[in-house]
């Protein structure tokens, strides 16, 4: 079939519009051959329609679709159209329009052939797809993947929380038992009362609420005690948070102490300034003595705490100094080595009782208390958890007035602690030692020895009636050559023993002690009233100013705003009375605040 050139114009339009609906075939996935082929057909027609209505009028020489030119019958640029014509018998439009029409019908044809044979060939696999997986599919696939993703999240989550409570068991396991004390104060808490207003307060409260300030509370008692105790040795093996493991063993390291900076105002002379040692309260000769004042951080501390299990039990070694030797320079508080129940090295004496140590801003403390950390070797047996026994070999350093202490023979010491029932804890101790002494030369030089004794028995008594946590504290100490061992002796020195004119060494008959009132007002809010007092015996021959006995009074107050912090301020009165009868006594105010790591 011939056309001319007139028909080129439609033809390429509708190849074009055909070639344009394959495409889009192609880029639907839901299309197939019938869909293309009816979309093809459709542009056809629309184009042959416009082919119609844009062939030229050859009656008007006008037209601008009319190419032939108007002068000439018969264009030479048309022979097969003008020959088609007049075989036919037929007008030249008529025939040219058929023409027309012919060619895009074939056209339209093949355009919709190719565009079925495109889609068919080229979409297979997109039709494929379209078959085995349709939109609805593609939608239940991706629920079902969300869904696993939910499950997956689900047991991450349950996981997590599994782990949370595993190291909430472990940290309990790790935890020290409490002590009866600390049972009594929460028996005492839980007892029946008329509600307070903080009790109220609490009803309301959500359990995580409740949960978090009775931690916040437990952290609290459980400084406290720390503070009150001051006793390394009793942290159980077990017991270890914050240590560090050291890369290449076995072993974990904890670095602890405090940071405490103490306002001493003196209101009467004393020989050392920065706390109330009351022996040293001068009695005579005091217009020439002026009351001094300090502000010091000396008192500071810091220690060292290594753990190491071994295939022999689990091996422990503590160190702790502070600054409070001559110029701030560090002085060796505790210095030990501990093996399940055995210790060696430099702590406190088995004859302390570290559980009855009132709570004190002044960092000398109680005058008749017994007070000294020195070397030893130790035994601890325990019997259940209600006693406890102590047995120890002690360096026995001899103090001697107008000669000087010979060590030969340790200080025996042996001590048991019984919880007598939950709101009593009483605590014996008994000592023997060998005191030698050499005499100064004045004195002839010469080298004697006496045996000395001691007996303390200590205590801490519960009274709920009087508040839910207070406590009563006590200690009577006893004995013959025992001044190091008390506080205010040890401080002024020189109290185990004495040479007589003739060069006889004596010892000082002593007696001591303290009772003690805490009372906590409202949180963390604590108020302690301490009494002690000092006796010594002395022989016959000593000088009237010599040390007779001592008074002292205090009263505190402590706020902990966190477990690791406590404000406290402190009254302090103190009387010291010599041999001869004279006395004096002074008045001093003490400001802390100290931070625990």
Same mark, same amino acid.
């Given at each position: 079939m011939a056309f001319n050139a007139r028909g080129k114009q439609p033809v390429a339009a509708l190849l074009l519009l055909a070639s344009v609906c394959a495409q889009a075939s192609q880029d639907d996935p839901q299309a197939t051959p019938e869909t293309a082929q009816a979309s093809a057909v459709t542009a056809t027609s629309q184009v042959a329609d416009a082919s119609k209505s844009s062939s030229p009028d050859p009656n008007n020489p006008s037209d601008p679709n009319n190419p032939r030119d108007p002068n000439d019958p018969l264009d030479p640029n048309e022979p097969a159209l003008a020959s088609t014509a007049d075989a036919a018998g037929t007008s030249a439009p008529e025939a040219k329009t058929a023409a027309t029409d012919e060619g895009a019908s074939e056209a339209a044809a093949a355009a919709a052939a190719a565009a079925t044979a495109n889609t068919a060939t080229q979409d297979q696999p997109a039709a494929a797809a379209a078959q085995t997986m349709t939109m609805a599919?593609?939608?239940?696939?991706?629920?079902?993947?969300?869904?696993?993703?939910?499950?997956?999240?689900?047991?991450?989550?349950?996981?997590? =929380? $599994?782990?949370?409570? #595993?190291? @909430?068991?472990?940290?309990?396991?790790? +935890?020290?038992?409490?002590?009866?004390?600390?049972?009594l104060v929460a028996k005492a808490e839980t007892a029946t009362q008329p509600l307070s207003q903080d009790k109220l307060a609490e009803t309301s409260e959500s359990p995580e609420d409740q949960a978090a300030r009775e931690e916040r509370k437990e952290e609290g008692k459980d400084a406290v005690a720390r503070a009150q105790s001051d006793d390394p040795t009793r942290d159980l093996l077990n017991e270890f948070p914050g240590a560090w493991r050291l890369p290449g063993t076995d072993a974990a390291l904890a670095i602890g102490g405090y940071v405490k900076t103490t306002v001493v105002y003196n209101f009467d002379p004393l020989e050392i300034r920065d706390r109330f040692i009351v022996g040293s309260i001068p009695v005579e000769d005091r217009a020439d003595i002026e009351a001094q004042s300090s502000i010091t951080a000396s008192?500071?501390?810091?220690?060292?705490?290594?753990?190491?299990? =071994? $295939?022999?039990?689990? #091996?422990? @070694?503590?160190?702790?100094?502070?600054? +409070?030797?001559?110029?701030?320079?560090?002085?060796?508080?505790?210095?030990?080595?501990?093996?399940?129940?055995?210790?060696?090295?430099?702590?406190?004496?088995?004859?302390v009782d570290t559980q009855a140590t009132p709570e004190e801003v002044d960092f000398e403390g109680l005058n008749g208390r017994i007070n000294v950390r020195q070397s030893q070797i130790r035994i601890m047996p325990t019997i259940g958890q209600n006693y406890e026994f102590q047995l120890s070999l002690e360096d026995p350093n001899p103090q001697i007035e107008n000669g000087k202490g010979v060590t030969r023979a340790p200080d025996l010491v042996t001590s048991g602690r019984f919880v007598i029932n939950d709101r009593l804890h009483v605590?014996?101790?008994?000592?023997?030692?060998?005191?030698?002494?050499?005499?100064?030369?004045?004195?002839?030089?010469?080298?004697?020895?006496?045996?000395?004794?001691?007996?303390?028995?200590?205590?801490?008594?519960?009274?709920?009636?009087?508040?839910?946590?207070?406590?009563?504290?006590?200690?009577?100490?006893?004995?013959?050559?025992?001044?190091?061992?008390?506080?205010?002796?040890?401080?002024?020195?020189?109290?185990?023993?004495?040479?007589?004119?003739?060069?006889?060494?004596?010892?000082?008959?002593?007696?001591?002690?303290?009772?003690?009132?805490?009372?906590?007002?409202?949180?963390?809010?604590?108020?302690?009233?301490?009494?002690?007092?000092?006796e010594v015996d002395n022989p016959s021959f000593v000088e009237g100013d010599a040390y007779k006995r001592t008074l002292r009074f205090s009263s505190n107050i402590f706020w902990m705003p966190t477990p690791r912090i406590d404000i406290g301020a402190e009254y302090l009165w103190g009387n010291r009375q010599n041999e001869n009868g004279d006395n004096d006594d002074a008045t001093q105010i003490q400001l802390a605040a100290r931070y625990r790591f």
């Open positions: 599919q593609v939608i239940a696939l991706l629920q079902a993947q969300q869904k696993d993703l939910e499950e997956q999240k689900s047991l991450l989550q349950a996981q997590t =929380t $599994e782990i949370k409570n #595993l190291k @909430a068991e472990l940290d309990v396991l790790r +935890a020290p038992p409490p002590s009866r004390d600390e049972e008192q500071s501390r810091l220690n060292f705490d290594l753990r190491e299990p =071994t $295939e022999f039990g689990l #091996l422990r @070694a503590f160190i702790e100094g502070d600054f +409070a030797s001559d110029n701030d320079t560090f002085r060796l508080r505790h210095a030990f080595g501990q093996w399940k129940k055995v210790l060696a090295g430099k702590t406190w004496s088995s004859f605590k014996v101790g008994l000592m023997g030692r060998q005191i030698r002494g050499q005499a100064d030369l004045s004195l002839g030089g010469g080298l004697e020895k006496e045996y000395g004794w001691g007996a303390t028995v200590s205590g801490r008594f519960m009274t709920p009636r009087l508040g839910g946590r207070d406590s009563i504290l006590f200690q009577i100490n006893a004995g013959n050559g025992i001044g190091r061992y008390v506080n205010d002796l040890s401080s002024v020195g020189n109290f185990d023993g004495i040479f007589s004119p003739e060069g006889e060494l004596k010892l000082f008959d002593i007696t001591s002690g303290y009772v003690s009132y805490q009372h906590w007002w409202k949180g963390s809010i604590r108020s302690n009233f301490t009494f002690g007092a000092v």
